[in-house]
């Protein structure tokens, strides 16, 4: 994770994986190389191993990993290629008409 300057215009994105999960590592993988990308994009992995994991799963009510949220909001569940999760953050941090409060 790399630290963002400017937090008002920041895009916050979990990815909440799970330790037996063949396919949460690439989604973090995926996440990391876009995070390189979009210094504006803070990324943080919540896995559903940890007691915090497991609430933050039951608040997005994730039935599956891994899953994606952007700003809050889950979006996504599984792994997207690296163009669609590139468009799902751009879309989402489109749609944002006001940030009420930080994520994480």
Do not use: W
């Not at 994105?13 to 690439?26: A, D, G, I, K, M």
């Not at 993988?29 to 504006?40: D, E, Q, S, V, Y």
């Not at 809050?72 to 751009?90: H, N, Q, T």
């Amino acid at each position: 994770m790399h630290k963002v300057t400017n937090l008002k215009d920041s895009i916050y994105v979990e990815v909440l994986t799970s330790p037996n999960c063949v396919h949460s590592p690439r989604a973090m993988k995926i996440a990391r190389g876009l995070a390189r990308k979009r210094k504006n994009m803070v990324l943080m992995e919540v896995s559903i191993a940890t007691e915090q994991g497991m609430e933050r799963a039951k608040e997005f009510d994730a039935k599956a990993t891994p899953a994606i949220a952007v700003n809050g909001r889950l979006v996504y569940v599984g792994v997207p290629s690296p163009e669609d999760f590139e468009s799902i953050v751009a879309r989402e941090a489109a749609n944002e008409k006001e940030r009420t409060s930080y994520y994480f």
